[in-house]
């Protein structure tokens, strides 16, 4: 069965500074890959989506990896700002219903 | 605008009380999700529906009950059966076409008083 884990579970670093979150999955069989972002108390956003054939996607500031044969995705954020502050999650489709296996997300703090 | 609404976005249920949290969207997407969140856990899937009359449990069904009447709504009512229903819920949605993105709605509140 596909898990997914994303670690650390919280991260702080100051503003400024390039950060990669991790999201790693156990089944390489994956439709693709998403990255969210959530805010407190709000529904997620779409940051970015990878299909299964893609290596990486970039938006912005933004830019996601994957490596099914490692079992791995990266969202790198450069340049980060207090704004960027927020849970991030990852998430696979395992079948044509899609439904996703999600992680329990990276809370990332940046800090002034 | 399009987007998915979700309501009320906070709701107290007294125990042994039904409750029905709303979802609309005026996406045109064929897909629908009820998920459920709790603090420090991944979102866990409760029910989808893929096509109008038509639904199928996800994960933590037990204790939840859902319709698809129309495209737009996707109600899901939380029964009294379902023991420990205080979470944050949240209703998603998708157009039905390889690798298109799942839309999320704000939210709704759940608190058992």
């Known amino acids: 069965k596909q898990e997914v884990t994303q670690i650390p579970a919280a991260l702080s670093v100051p503003e400024g500074e390039n950060l990669v979150l991790n999201c790693s999955f156990t089944?390489?069989?994956?439709?693709?890959l998403q990255w969210f972002r959530q805010d407190p108390g709000k529904g997620l956003t779409s940051l970015l989506l990878i299909q299964s054939s893609q290596r990486e996607q970039t938006s912005g500031r933004l830019n996601a990896s994957l490596d099914k044969s490692s079992g791995r995705s990266t969202l790198y954020i450069a340049a980060s700002q207090p704004g960027d502050s927020a849970t991030y999650l990852c998430a696979a489709p395992m079948d044509s219903n899609y439904q996703l296996i999600w992680g329990a997300g990276t809370k990332l703090i940046i800090k002034p | 605008d399009g987007g998915i609404t979700q309501s009320p976005k906070y709701l107290f249920r007294k125990e042994g009380q039904n409750v029905t949290l709303s979802c609309e969207q005026n996406l045109n997407h064929d897909a629908m999700y009820w998920y459920r969140q709790d603090p420090g856990q991944g979102l866990r899937l409760i029910y989808y529906?893929?096509?109008?009359?038509?639904?199928q449990k996800g994960d933590i069904a037990e204790g939840y009950s859902v319709s698809r009447e129309k495209k737009e709504s996707f109600p899901l009512t939380v029964t009294s059966a379902q023991k420990n229903p205080t979470a944050f819920y949240l209703c998603?949605?998708?157009?039905?076409?390889?690798?298109?993105?799942?839309?999320f709605g704000e939210g709704s509140w759940l608190t058992v008083v």
């Open positions: 998603a949605s998708r157009k039905k076409s390889s690798g298109n993105t799942i839309y």
């Open positions: 529906s893929q096509i109008v009359n038509d639904f």
């Open positions: 089944d390489s069989a994956i439709y693709n």
